[in-house]
């Protein structure tokens, strides 16, 4: 580091020498009083700062949206029936769907209780992902993740990492979920056609649909299996997606199976599971009943793009020399 | 008072410290902090991250040219961040988390604008590579 550029070393603000003394320094107090005085002032000063300090606690507030925060005590209506429609943000702030890594409930973090059932072949798949996030980060110079590239995100990772608002639409014969995120948009059918029985080589098992091919999106059936729960089925994966943001790979046999329960009128808690017996010895949980809250209708979705030449402009000016 | 100042610094580096590497990044030094005090030559609002460039110059007179990243921008809007929030030539302070090589390279904690106002870059959650966040 150059020196002389007008750095300093510290981030924090101090109290210049020869200052007025910071709020409470003439308070009049005993020695005992100013024991409890010290650490109590300096719980409370590190509390005002910690927003600034420890930026994840800090509400992320989409404008416009609301939050569990913004209601204190107040009790739901009950939930309508089979009817999982709506704006939707998560409940207790935006940064609940960053998962930086990866799964929310398994994140990327070394725990042994957050060690993915690996079979042979899935740990062989993790170990060739190169994410720069997780455990097994590496310098994004080294990333093989498909997505800065802006290659699809697909499904799950879509909901498995910077996940933001989402809009549900129903109708007769689908529910309709819109990401935020790259603008991109899935269809759970609910007209009672099957999965594709073959996730390798998926179709749809109905005249005139399109040929055999696996897709970033997979997909997806639904039902309501009671008044306040609607289960998605989804498979025929394209396997060149990632499931989230800490490298955790799937193969073309996943099968993810989403859990929506409307809790109350404000209320939705979403459950995602992974089962991919070529890759996973065991389902495992992704996201554990996170809580959604219903938005105003007229709240307006964020535009959020991967574009190419951002990207490129970014990794020339930050991320390459950064990694040098 | 000084002991006080002493106790409320280590609560700072105990409680932030731990948090911070949480989201432990490979390029930077993580911990470290700079505060550096320049020209805004460009505000890039994009995707993967925002990038504010930014010339410091030193006693001597030479300038170096820095760039730091934030988040993308749905996750600034939400602190009070926007395509707006700097303009070329904009005179601000800046608080970044250095890369470790050296480079003037760093990732945004804060911004004190010229009008006094601070923007904070919320969570320090930024990933090292081309990751959208």
């Known amino acids: ?324 | 008072m000084r002991r006080m100042l002493v106790a409320v610094a280590s609560g700072i580096a105990l409680l932030s410290g731990p948090l911070a590497a949480h989201h432990a990044t490979a390029v930077f030094d993580l911990g470290k902090r700079l505060t550096l005090t320049g020209t805004v030559t460009e505000w890039f609002w994009a995707n993967p991250h925002c990038l504010l460039r930014f010339d410091v110059k030193s006693d001597s007179g030479e300038t170096t040219h820095w760039v730091a990243e934030t988040q993308a921008p749905p996750n600034m809007t939400p602190f009070g961040w926007s395509k707006q929030s700097f303009g070329v030539g904009d005179q601000v302070t800046v608080i970044l988390e250095p890369v470790k090589n050296g480079q003037p390279l760093g990732r945004i904690l804060q911004v004190k604008l010229p009008d006094g106002k601070t923007l904070v870059a919320g969570a320090p959650a930024i990933p090292a590579g081309g990751a959208q966040q």
Not at chain 1, 73 to 89: F, H, V
Not at chain 1, 142 to 160: A, E, H, K, S, Y
Not at chain 1, 277 to 300: C, F, G, H, M
């Open chain 1, 1 to 324: 580091m150059n020196s002389g550029f007008g750095v300093r070393d510290s981030g924090f603000e101090k109290t210049p020498e020869g200052a007025d003394p910071p709020v409470g320094a003439d308070l009049k107090v005993g020695p005992y009083s100013r024991t409890l005085l010290i650490p109590t002032l300096a719980v409370a000063i590190v509390t005002l700062l910690s927003p600034v300090i420890l930026g994840q606690q800090v509400l992320r507030r989409t404008p416009g949206a609301v939050y569990d925060s913004d209601f204190p005590g107040k009790k739901s209506a009950p939930a309508p029936r089979r009817d999982i429609s709506g704006i939707w943000e998560f409940a207790n702030g935006g940064g609940e769907g960053i998962q930086a890594d990866g799964a929310k409930a398994m994140p990327s973090d070394g725990k042994p209780e957050h060690e993915l059932p690996f079979t042979p072949e899935g740990r062989k798949a993790f170990t060739a992902n190169k994410p720069t996030f997780g455990f097994t980060q590496v310098p994004s110079a080294l990333t093989n993740d498909p997505m800065p590239g802006c290659d699809p995100q697909g499904f799950p990772r879509i909901v498995l990492h910077n996940a933001h608002h989402e809009q549900i639409i129903q109708t007769a014969t689908q529910v309709v979920i819109l990401y935020q995120f790259n603008k991109k948009w899935r269809t759970i059918w609910t007209d009672g056609r099957k999965l594709p029985s073959n996730p390798e080589v998926p179709a749809w098992d109905i005249k005139g649909s399109p040929p055999a091919e696996a897709r970033f999106w997979g997909y997806s059936v639904g039902r309501w299996v009671d008044d306040y729960t609607f289960v998605a089925d989804s498979n025929g994966f394209d396997d060149r997606s990632w499931l989230d943001n800490a490298g955790r790979p799937h193969s073309d046999a996943l099968h993810v199976i989403e859990t929506y329960r409307r809790v109350d009128a404000d209320h939705l808690e979403k459950t995602i599971t992974i089962d991919d017996p070529k890759y996973y010895t065991r389902p495992w949980v992704a996201l554990d009943k996170i809580p959604y809250r219903l938005q105003s209708p007229s709240l307006e979705i964020p535009e959020q793009e991967c574009v190419p030449s951002e990207t490129a402009k970014y990794n020339q000016l930050f991320a390459n020399p950064a990694a040098k």
